[in-house]
């Protein structure tokens, strides 16, 4: 069994910067994708970044160019770097692990706020 445990949400300013950490407790190695997902009050969730097996990473629209997702292999340990923060990505984020055999695991959230 694989633990979830995200942390750097907090308070910031428009045009500032988070770096947020999903630390898991047990082997991704096999993982098939990361993603990096994102639920405001009222909302649906939103799947912001990921990254699979290959490397390949994708954006949503509204965070390219903003925000970068990487992993550290040895510190099994994924981040999401956002930049240029802006009031709309107020939210809720949450990590996602989809290993082999649909094996999915969830963090429990990490709340960001962007105030103007």
């Known amino acids: 069994q694989v633990q979830l445990v995200e942390s750097g949400g907090g308070l910031v300013q428009v045009g500032g910067s988070l770096r947020l950490s999903c630390a898991a407790s047990g082997s991704i190695l096999r993982f098939k994708a990361i993603n990096w997902y994102r639920q405001a009050p009222g909302k649906q969730r939103e799947l912001v970044a990921s990254?699979?097996?290959?490397?390949?990473?994708n954006y949503a629209d509204s965070v390219k160019g903003r925000f970068t997702i990487s992993r550290d292999e040895a510190k099994n340990t994924v981040y999401l770097q956002m930049n240029g923060l802006k009031p709309e990505d107020t939210a809720a984020y949450y990590c996602?692990?989809?290993?082999?055999?649909?094996?999915?695991?969830w963090g429990q959230g990490t709340q960001v706020t962007v105030s103007s």
């Open positions: 996602n692990v989809v290993m082999p055999f649909a094996i999915m695991y």
């Open positions: 990254v699979n097996s290959g490397g390949s990473t």
